[in-house]
């Protein structure tokens, strides 16, 4: 397997159809669906479609990109981190990511924006990341801060918050 990146507990890698089970798995899991609604597949068939549009995106090397994260000390899948393009600004991207509720709290977030932060800011022409939170999810908000974004806005209206309360937008300049 041919990994990406690493970190110090983490193992970055492109998508593999075996990981549609787990990938559809984690996304099933409440704090995923509470706060990233959209971010749910219908069933292990839509997985392994997104599997297959995320690994030709890796690989011809456009956005979304998409990536699958490994806990290195088992070779467990326990979440995704990617970016995609801001509408209208070619050297902007939004980053975001996931850990599976099991490894969530054991600062693998926090590790994992850190290094595709630098991931992105190092291999494409990007100059402004952001992170886009719905309020109310103070974890998230924290991983951001920890990793240097700032708070620029909040935004109403958005398509990915169902619940009408508004999105917190964070904001790192590379």
Sequence with gaps: MQYIFETEHLKIRKFELDDARCLYKNHLEEEVKKWIPNESYADIEETKEAINFYTDCVNNKHLPYVLAVELKSTGELIGDTGVNEVEGNLNEVEIGYGICEKYSGKGYATELLMAMTEYVAENFEISILYGRVMHGNNA?????????????????????DPYGNGMLVYKKVC
Aim: charged share 45%.
């Design 140 to 160: 998230s908000v924290r991983v951001l801060e920890k990793n240097g974004y700032e708070f620029v806005r909040e935004e109403f209206g958005a398509e990915d």
